[in-house]
């Protein structure tokens, strides 16, 4: 698999447009090109964490209620995917 840095090339931070000079300012907004996204490993780290953070709210509060003619329920994420599919609700 080839990978644009392999190949001399860089993207713009700003237009996002592909140029093969690295290291110079674009040529069509002026801003800087960069062959990787700076910061990325700390934004994956990032959007990680807060999601282990949210998963387990997401898994024990319940988000939805249902009413219907046997009553109402709650459900969590899981548990409203199964409710939803048991009415029939498939879309």
Known sequence: ?????DQGYAICQA?????DKPGED???CGASTATRKPRSLQ???A???????AYIPANVYPIMVTDSFQGTS???IIGSVFALIH?????
Request: hydrophobic content about 40%.
């Open 26 to 28: 674009c040529q069509l």
């Open 74 to 76: 709650a459900s969590t």
């Open 87 to 91: 009415h029939g609700s498939y879309p």
């Open 43 to 45: 934004s994956v780290w």
């Open 47 to 53: 959007y990680w964490i807060a999601g282990v953070i």
């Open 1 to 5: 698999m080839k990978r644009a840095i």
């Open 15 to 19: 237009c996002g447009s592909l140029t």
